[in-house]
């Protein structure tokens, strides 16, 4: 994307560094510098936030969400095309998850990048299943052929088994026990779902999740695209097979 000059130039007038405007709005300065240099758009909180420190309209630092908010049909769910998950917004996944009242659906075949990018998600997982929310992992089977098949894809000393274990020793750590079934048909495709939004990241080649190109999908119609996914986590949730207990 190009540069967001409309972005940099408030920044200049209001007499702030990218520092400055980080702190402000609780976020990491690199996150800042891409939403300048790279035209990445933030999360709606961290546009509004930013707007509110910076005194102008979301609408004219970032004039494609004005854009966005004017397509029709399933396009409206559309909310961000990510080449690679690792360019996803790098506070999103912990504000999805901070944010997520009733649902928090983890589909990912590991899901090991959470506990790295979101600081004590267990013990907050754990919070909101004690409060009603329903929180679920849905990991890869680390027994199944399917998953050494793709090991051996990747290439990679961390393997998948290796994740998914280091997955369900974090889960354990959360003070509510949180539901864990495991497959190995979600293999390419993984679905995140945090009450009405949801991430979608499907595997690209040999390469790893991180390369993954990603959806950030916002639910506005029923049957509409989010509604699909929502389907796909359950139906597969349905035919997965329990944690054993010590695993989970």
Not at 85 to 98: G, K, Q, V
Not at 117 to 129: F, I, N, R, S, Y
Not at 152 to 167: D, F, G, H, K, Y
């Amino acid at each position: 994307m190009p540069r967001n000059e409309a972005l940099r130039e408030a920044l200049i007038v209001a007499g702030l560094t990218v520092g400055d405007l980080a702190a402000k709005c609780d976020v990491d300065a690199k996150t800042v510098e891409r939403w300048i240099s790279r035209g990445r758009i933030p999360h709606p909180r961290s546009r509004v936030r930013v707007a509110q420190v910076l005194g102008k309209d979301v609408g004219v630092l970032w004039p494609e969400v004005v854009r966005r908010a004017v397509k029709v049909g399933s396009d409206r769910e559309l909310v961000g095309v990510y080449a690679r998950r690792s360019d996803l917004p790098r506070t999103l996944f912990r504000e999805l998850i901070e944010h997520a009242e009733s649902r928090l659906w983890f589909g990912g075949y590991t899901s090991y990048f959470v506990w790295l990018e979101v600081p004590k998600a267990a013990a907050m997982l754990g919070t909101k299943a004690r409060d009603g929310a329903d929180v679920r992992f849905l990991l890869g089977d680390p027994a199944s052929p399917v998953t050494t098949g793709r090991e051996r894809v990747e290439a990679t000393p961390l393997t998948l088994a290796t994740r998914i274990a280091m997955s369900q020793a974090e889960i354990a750590k959360s003070p509510t026990v949180l539901p864990v079934r495991m497959s190995d048909r979600h293999i390419a495709m993984s679905v995140w779902v945090f009450d009405d939004e949801a991430i979608v990241a499907t595997h690209i080649g040999a390469g790893l999740g991180q390369d993954s190109v990603t959806l950030h999908l916002r639910r506005r119609e029923a049957g509409g695209p989010f509604d699909r996914y929502v389907e796909h986590f359950e139906a597969l949730w349905a035919d997965a097979q329990p944690a054993q207990p010590e695993q989970a």
